[in-house]
């Protein structure tokens, strides 16, 4: 899965980090750290992130199913905080 995070949109609530902490990551408080590809393994927990994002700051491409998904997944989430 190919995850994309607008940084400009992100406002550091880190849903993200908490809910995926294997792709997303904090550093410091409001600075976030990720992996643009995120194996089978961490699916999903990716996919949750990109639904919980408060400000929709987070893409992710190659969701198997979007019936599959979590709602909100496979679209441009909002960023953590």
């Keep these: 899965m190919r995850l994309v ?25 409001e600075s976030l750290v990720y992996s643009p590809w995120a194996g089978d393994e961490h699916r999903e927990k990716a996919a949750r992130a990109v639904a919980a994002c408060p400000v929709q700051a987070i893409t992710a491409d190659g969701l198997a199913d979007p019936a599959d998904a979590p709602a909100g997944a496979g679209r441009v989430a909002s960023d953590a905080r």
Excluded at 5 to 12: A, E, I, S, T
Excluded at 14 to 24: D, G, H, K, R, S
Aim: glycine share 8%.
């Design 5 to 29: 995070v607008d940084l400009n949109r992100c406002q550091g609530y880190a849903q993200c980090a908490f809910l995926a902490p294997e792709v997303f990551t904090m550093h410091g408080e």
